[in-house]
């Protein structure tokens, strides 16, 4: 019993019916020239020649015909029995018709056997074209309409608008002068030997399916969305229609793998356009970047690939120039020219949408596909098979706790588990939970802004010196904090109250009095990165700039569940100014963007101000803590005294402290100055650090903030 016939056996015979077909187009063109040789004799017998030739003439074309049609049913019935043929997928996916087909044979012809290159040479009589090109003027020969053969070499025309066909430069079309040949890469592929490489500058990376539809740990909405795409998308929808799916989330590694497993059902693959590639190559002008980029179309059609557009918020984003988003207009209409599928990964959904819509040579259709932060529930799960997949037992108040923390997406789990690994190498006797929040706390505040700076103390909650109202209220304020996840996600208080997520807490109070030190005592509580927002590098006199800044800011931080701190709130939510002209109307514009980030913010915001009652009551109720940070009295400035010295540095006997409490009214940040300049004179003069030390930069101190310093005043008296 004999194998059925595969893709290659299938191949080899089409190409040898296409070689048939070739050899009696040579005939006929033989024919055809002898016919016209002998047109020009005359007498009885060159008649009689003329007859029988006419006659032969109109056989073969017949047969031809035969041939012909026979061929093209060969190619339907590969169509409809699904077996691969390169020359029937090339000549379907361009829609070439039967001249354009002709022409690709003939230019394929010397690929199949060398003796057609002499044979074609000669038809030609002998006309001269460089080395490895075909003489055009051979077309006008071999063509059923051979008219017509120059409109198959123009511009416009689809074997040159998709370079299955070249010309040689000094050709002349209109004249059928000059030379032709196929595309290197197109002759490989249509005899099986190799497939088009998907390249545009470099060649793109495949997107490789590590997982089915089902496999992929999803949330049943995304997942019943995703299988509708293929179920309503694929083979059964209307072949003259296009499909942009918009895939965004915070894990880019897992939109590629829902976006490799979706199209494994459609039984396609993925391969990625970086769009930064567009942009470093912009500077060739938009002609040659869409020529490459129609060649990739080409490729990407015969390979059967899906092209991700990833990055392209580079070309189309706020921060892209005119030109870009004409660049990433003209890209995005020639991918929908070819592309039945075309994937954007976290793209401007808006602005490809309108593209879509505005694409008018076929119906385009814009699908947009949501990934959210997963919840605490579905990080403590990640958390928990991650752990098992390193070979590691996490207890669970430890998986509770990493869960409820770090707003980490898959990717960035797997991410903290290899680096765990990777410094237990160094460090492996330092106890696993501590070392693994360590490398949780590094991988938060890897990312670097424009318009903040990390805050690093060591400061805990014991370290602070505070009223008790005030401490009550900031345990308070972390136990919040820690039960967030418990409450907001387990509890269902995220459906019952809009941004419960959300911990937005103002400190108040003079300067020095540990707000800022409170805010690194938050993070440091949590195990989370502090980043102290600089409002001059926010602010912005130019409109819109403010909002980009802050969106940016937020944008980042999110995934890092970052605590943001900002100094000097008043000046962002003073009270609103009535709106005499446009600046008013733009500086609450300001104020009512950053309290919408800040309110969906599922992070913590910290912000602090000297002087309450500048800011609008309006917005105070927008703060789930409002938290004073008083004046310190005596008993609280005894205390900062005692903290300010570390435990290493050397004490003069003479030093009193409740002295100094008593009648140097200070804050903490101020005696924290007076210690460190103290310790600098008594270093200088080689000696222990003494009162006389202090009360000297007590003086300094005093001269910064403009007050009189009484040396009398810094001893005790008999009433005392």
């Not at 595969?6 to 020239?33: Q, T």
């Not at 073969?60 to 691969?84: G, H, I, K, P, Y």
């Not at 051979?138 to 066909?165: F, I, M």
Request: aromatic share 8%; glycine share 6%.
């Amino acid at each position: 019993m004999s194998l059925p016939p595969g893709p290659a056996d299938d191949n080899a015979v089409f190409l040898e019916g296409l070689c048939r077909y070739a050899d009696l187009l040579i005939d006929r063109a033989v024919s055809r020239r002898e016919a016209a040789a002998a047109a020009a004799a005359t007498g009885h017998l060159a008649v009689r020649q003329r007859v029988l030739r006419e006659q032969f003439s109109m056989a073969m074309d017949v047969e031809v015909t035969a041939l012909w049609e026979a061929l093209q049913a060969t190619m339907e019935d590969l169509l409809d029995s699904d077996r691969f043929v390169p020359w029937v997928h090339l000549v379907q996916m361009l829609s070439l018709g039967p001249l354009e087909q002709q022409v690709m044979l003939v230019a394929l012809l010397p690929d199949l056997d060398d003796a057609y290159r002499g044979m074609l040479a000669e038809l030609a009589e002998g006309e001269r074209v460089a080395e490895g090109w075909l003489p055009l003027s051979a077309l006008s020969y071999l063509l059923d309409d051979p008219s017509q053969a120059h409109t198959v070499l123009l511009a416009d025309n689809a074997l040159r608008r998709w370079n299955v066909l070249e010309r040689e430069p000094r050709s002349d079309v209109s004249r059928l002068r000059g030379g032709f040949r196929l595309d290197v890469a197109l002759s490989g592929y249509l005899c099986a030997r190799a497939v088009p490489q998907l390249q545009l500058y470099e060649t793109l990376r495949e997107l490789d399916p590590v997982a089915s539809l089902d496999e992929l740990s999803l949330e049943p909405a995304v997942r019943e969305q995703a299988q509708r795409f293929v179920d309503r998308c694929g083979g059964d929808a209307p072949e003259d229609m296009s499909f942009v799916l918009q895939l965004q989330g915070p894990d880019g590694h897992a939109l590629e793998q829902l976006c490799s497993a979706i199209f494994l059902s459609m039984r396609m693959a993925c391969a990625e356009l970086d769009g930064a590639q567009l942009v470093v190559h912009a500077g060739d002008g938009r002609a040659a970047v869409l020529e490459r980029v129609r060649l990739l179309c080409r490729n990407a059609m015969l390979c059967n690939r899906v092209l991700v557009l990833t990055q392209c918020q580079r070309l189309s984003g706020d921060a892209a120039d005119e030109e870009s988003r004409a660049l990433f207009a003209a890209v995005f209409d020639t991918l929908l020219e070819s592309q039945r599928y075309v994937v954007a990964i976290n793209a401007p959904s808006r602005l490809v949408s309108e593209r879509a819509h505005r694409y008018t040579a076929h119906p385009v259709v814009p699908v947009l596909i949501q990934l959210a932060m997963p919840t605490a529930a579905g990080r403590r799960r990640t958390w928990e098979q991650g752990a098992t997949r390193h070979g590691l037992s996490l207890p669970d108040d430890l998986l509770d706790r990493l869960a409820g923390t770090y707003l980490f997406t898959e990717t960035q789990i797997e991410s903290a588990l290899k680096e765990l690994e990777s410094r237990r190498l160094l460090d492996g006797d330092a106890p696993l939970n501590r070392l693994l929040l360590d490398v949780c706390r590094d991988a938060s505040v890897s990312e670097q802004f424009s318009v903040a700076e990390e805050v690093k103390t060591r400061y805990r909650l014991e370290d602070i010196v505070l009223p008790a109202t005030t401490r009550a209220w900031l345990e308070e304020l972390l136990q919040y904090a820690r039960n967030r996840h418990q409450v907001v996600e387990q509890w269902g208080f995220d459906g019952h109250q809009a941004n419960s997520r959300n911990l937005c807490v103002l400190f108040y109070g003079p300067s020095g009095t540990g707000k800022t030190m409170a805010a690194s005592v938050i993070a440091n509580e949590l195990n989370l990165g502090l980043y102290r927002v600089d409002l001059s590098s926010v602010l912005s006199k130019y409109i819109g700039e403010t909002e980009k800044h802050l969106a940016q800011l937020f944008d980042q931080a999110e995934s890092g569940n970052l605590v943001l701190c900002f100094d000097e709130a008043e000046s962002l939510f003073a009270k609103r100014t009535e709106m005499h002209d446009a600046h008013d109307r733009y500086a609450n514009l300001q104020t009512g963007y950053l309290l919408q980030r800040i309110e969906t913010y599922p992070g913590i915001v910290v912000l602090s101000t000297n002087l309450l009652g500048n800011i609008d009551k309006a917005f105070t109720r927008r703060f789930k803590f409002i938290i004073e940070y008083p004046f310190p009295a005596a008993a609280q400035r005894r205390e900062l005294w005692r903290k300010a010295f570390p435990a290493d540095a050397p004490l003069a006997d003479d030093i009193d402290l409740d002295l100094l409490a008593e009648r140097a009214p200070l804050s903490g940040g101020n005696i924290g100055n007076i210690v460190l300049r103290a310790a600098f004179y008594a270093a200088g003069e080689g000696h222990a650090i003494g009162m006389a030390d202090l009360l000297k930069a007590v003086e300094r101190e005093y001269d910064k903030l403009g007050k009189v310093f009484a040396p009398g005043e810094f001893s005790w008296g008999e009433d005392d």
